[in-house]
């Protein structure tokens, strides 16, 4: 089974840092990754999907970036935060041509100041 | 309108007591259904898929009612433990793209 992991678990950035938010799977070959973001109170934006090494779809338009320089990897950036980027940002797996089930990693909560 | 919707709740139950809530979606196309758990602060976890007319795991039931668009969850004998979020999830492509709702909030009181 695979297992999804996160780092950093929490993170206070000032408004204008950069982002660099790591998720890394196991357990299993080219998965199907996405990046979500919970905000407080709501329920999952789904930000970025990918399919393979290279291949990032977006879903939202906004000031955050996603690479998967790995299959096994899958990494969210910005280059300038801004407060509304505060917020539980989620990465999730799924097996690639397998059920839809999508697993979820432990999460990381970001405050921006 | 919102693509899946909930009721935020929060519904408040006596322990050993049965609770249901729905979730409904606008795409009518969608295939695969899921609940979720979630705790406070933590991540969602899996509780339950939906494929067909419904699922049933222990105490949890999920019915799907295709006509009227909207999929349910029945916790019966409540516990303590219960108490959470409960998110559904619409598969909506076959990338395996979720839209989720917002939440129905759960709590089970002694």
């Known amino acids: 089974s695979q297992t999804i992991h996160q780092w950093p678990a929490t993170l206070v950035q000032p408004v204008g840092s950069p982002l660099s938010l790591e998720c890394t799977v196991e357990g299993t070959s080219n998965p199907n990754l996405y990046w979500y973001r919970q905000a407080a109170g709501r329920g999952l934006q789904l930000l970025f999907y990918s399919v393979g090494i290279g291949q990032i779809s977006s879903e939202v338009p906004q000031n955050l970036s996603a690479s998967r320089p790995q299959d096994r990897q899958f990494i969210l950036s910005s280059k300038k935060l801004l407060l509304s980027d505060s917020g539980f940002y989620l990465c999730?797996?799924?097996?690639?041509?397998?059920?839809?089930?999508?697993?979820f990693g432990p999460g990381t909560r970001l405050t921006v100041t | 309108r919102k693509e899946v919707e909930q009721d935020p709740g929060p519904f408040n139950v006596p322990e050993g007591a049965t609770v249901a809530f729905n979730c409904t979606y606008s795409?009518?196309?969608?295939?695969?259904f899921f609940w979720y758990r979630q705790d406070c602060r933590k991540e969602p976890k899996l509780l339950m898929s939906?494929?067909?007319s419904g699922n049933e795991d222990g105490r949890f039931t999920a019915q799907l009612n295709r006509a009227s668009q909207y999929i349910s969850l029945l916790i019966r004998d409540s516990k303590l433990s219960d108490s959470a979020t409960y998110l559904c999830?619409?598969?909506?492509?076959?990338?395996?793209?979720?839209?989720f709702g917002a939440g129905t909030q759960v709590v089970v009181t002694p």
């Open positions: 939906v494929y067909s």
């Open positions: 795409n009518s196309a969608s295939q695969s």
């Open positions: 999730a797996g799924r097996l690639a041509g397998g059920p839809y089930e999508q697993y």
């Open positions: 999830a619409v598969n909506t492509d076959s990338w395996g793209k979720f839209q």
